[in-house]
């Protein structure tokens, strides 16, 4: 009788033992509480937990990728959009985050979505589509400040996708196209006055060098007569022209005027 007491014993207490050992891997740590107070951190590795005296949390110690719900945001101009985004942290120390706060994922998930709301309606709908890094940034650093107290650290935030209405998206379509054709414009009357400033600076080369001007014009026949072998353009220099026309006007001068003239 003694001799199967004994060996109860024995096989009870081999039981607990084996139920004490503990092993984490290396990305988790155990907070260990002993009748209800914290005392400690375990892990990595082999340890020992008194069964019904202590009791350890495992806490992952690795990266978190959550998944902000999509949100229904109004911008500063009054335009609703619908934000969804992705917040990357983990958990630094561990006790904090079991003692500080309970659940301390669904805590994450919760500040995550008022803060993005909270953010992104103080900035117009341009900012948004445009300026993603600055908003990315000021999210992230909301976070890690209220999550700090928490033992938890927020590496990134990343908003993934902004969601418009339908007369919205046609709306900035317009917009687009109107500036597209408002930039044609100006490139044209840019080019336009770059090409009368340099037509100014050539009358006035030609106009030191008379000779110039001659030489142009044969380039011209020369020109003109590749393009096009039936058709023959020979322009006349002024030169030639106006010693003609005084004479014209000479003989105009003395011609008799009839009795019906002034």
Known sequence: MLINFGFAIVILLALLIFASIKILPEYERGVMFTLGRMTGVKGPGLFLVIPVIQKMVKVDMRVV???????????????????????????IDADKAIVEVEHFYDAVSQLAQTTLRSVLGKHELDEMLAERDKLNADIQEILDRHTDAWGLKVANVEIKQVDLDESMTRAIARQAEAERARRAKVINAEGEMQAAENLREAANQLAKEPQALQLRYLQTLVDIAGDNNSTIVFPLPMDLIE???????????????????G
């Open 65 to 91: 990728v959550l998944d902000v719900p999509p949100q229904d945001v109004i911008s500063r101009d009054n335009v609703s959009v619908r934000v969804n985004a992705v917040v990357y942290f983990r958990v």
């Open 243 to 261: 010693p003609l026309m005084d004479v014209a006007r000479k003989i105009d001068d003395r011609a008799p005027r009839s009795d019906n003239d």
